[in-house]
Nanobody
Framework: VQLQASGGGLVQVGGSLTLSCAASGRTFSRYTMGWFRQAPGKEREFVAAISWSGGTTYYSDSVKGRFTISRDNAKNTVYLQMNSLKTEDTAVYYC?????????????????????WGKGTQVTVSS
């Protein structure tokens, strides 16, 4: 399984970006997908996740109400729409696929439940 994130870039405070993550393989629709981020000097942080069907979504408190995760299983792609961006959103954003089965939310948040990771895309928000 390969995950390729794209769509990062430089944006001003208050602006918007949409990240995409394209996955290889034929079983994309069976797995929960997530977005994580890591800012310089900081630990990796959970951002959002979406269930296999798209029916359930999870967000960190820091992005709730500003970011929207979605997926298109026909295109093997998961998206992260980011609005009202802040300087503290600056980070490398990674998409990841979980290992399948029943996953505890805590494991999802820590990333322990994620089996495959993409290489990341840089998002820089300038003031």
């Amino acid at each position: 399984v390969q995950l390729q994130a794209s769509g990062g870039g430089l944006v001003q405070v208050g602006g918007s970006l949409t990240l995409s993550c394209a996955a290889s393989g034929r079983t994309f629709s069976r797995y929960t997908m997530g977005w994580f981020r890591q800012a310089p000097g900081k630990e990796r942080e959970f951002v959002a996740a979406i269930s296999w069907s798209g029916g359930t979504t999870y967000y960190s408190d820091s992005v709730k109400g500003r970011f929207t995760i979605s997926r298109d299983n026909a295109k093997n792609t998961v998206y992260l729409q980011m609005n009202s961006l802040k300087t503290e959103d600056t980070a490398v954003y990674y998409c990841a696929r979980d290992m399948g089965g029943v996953v505890a939310f805590r494991s999802l948040q820590t990333g322990d439940a994620m089996e495959y990771w993409g290489k990341g895309t840089q998002v820089t928000v300038s003031s």
